[in-house]
């Protein structure tokens, strides 16, 4: 059995350094690969052209990986999306968040959702790439039956049809279970999600903090704020071995928020603590 698992990115975390200027892309991905890292996980173009993003990370040599793509986006242009990716080389195509109204919290909304996942993984599969989804904590929530819901989205769908890229923070904010999650999902699950987080007492406004517009709800008296790998409450070695025995194919830092640390620092931070554990 293999070690370690390549590490890559979630570029989403420098987009504070990329959007509005293309020009700066090579530039972050060159430093992005002198940090060590193997890949990045796409965050849409940043005013680039599929072939431009392809070349630039041909020439540093960072894999494309994956690249999370908003679930309306492809319900509205998946042709054109599996067209720019296929180009750029990318894998894994992922759904980074879901919609209020379908959440299994909504059992009407949620049933009505599945079938339009299924549809966009089976025509994501038969263009030769694989759906990924990506978590918060809102999928964990208990069904009637005892399920998560979580759980109850996958066995609704084909396993070619869609895959796992847990998000090891939001799960572990969910459940405190997350190496159990990753070896469950094993086969199923080739990108694990690194974040790294610190939570104390009781907080209620956690959206906020990767972008999401929420209503401000009251009785937040806790703190709750994102950190580099290794910087947070989250213990690592056992969800790094997990990730190797649920045989993933890549572990894929992010971090949302940087608050007053430049962003650059932060995945430098987190590549320095992997390779510490010899990764």
């Not at 070690?3 to 892309?25: H, S």
């Not at 991905?29 to 990045?40: N, R, T, W």
């Not at 042709?79 to 980074?96: A, C, E, F, N």
């Amino acid at each position: 059995m293999a070690n370690k698992l390549p590490v890559g990115i979630q570029v989403y975390g420098l987009r504070d350094l990329l959007e509005n200027t293309p020009e700066n892309f090579k530039d972050v991905m060159q430093k992005i690969k002198d940090m060590g890292y193997d890949g990045v996980e796409l965050a849409g173009l940043y005013g680039l052209e599929p072939e431009n993003v392809k070349a630039i990370l041909d020439e540093v040599g960072l894999v494309p990986i994956s690249a999370h793509v908003a679930f309306a986006e492809m319900m509205e242009n998946l042709d054109q999306i599996l067209k720019d990716y296929s180009t750029i080389g990318v894998k894994y195509l992922v759904m980074p968040y879901m919609a209020e109204e379908y959440r299994p919290v909504n059992p009407e909304g949620f049933e009505s959702f599945l079938p339009l996942l299924n549809e966009v993984g089976k025509k994501i599969h038969d263009a030769g790439m694989t759906f990924l989804y990506h978590n918060h904590d809102f999928e964990f929530v208990k069904l009637p039956d005892g399920r998560w819901g979580y759980d109850a989205m996958f066995e609704a769908i084909p396993h070619d049809h869609l895959m796992s890229e847990l998000d090891t923070c939001w799960c572990d904010v969910a459940t405190g279970e997350a190496t159990e999650f990753v070896e469950k999902y094993t086969d199923r699950i080739p990108v694990v999600h690194l974040k790294d987080y610190i939570k104390k007492g009781e907080v209620k406004n956690m959206y906020k903090l990767i972008g999401i517009d929420t209503e401000e709800e009251e009785g937040d008296t806790g703190y709750f704020g994102f950190r580099p790998v290794g910087f947070g409450q989250m213990i690592w070695e056992p969800v790094l071995d997990a990730s190797i025995k649920a045989n993933a194919n890549w572990v894929i830092v992010e971090q949302d928020e940087h608050y007053e640390m430049d962003p650059l620092e932060c995945a430098r931070r987190s590549r320095e603590y992997l390779k510490i554990l010899g990764w």
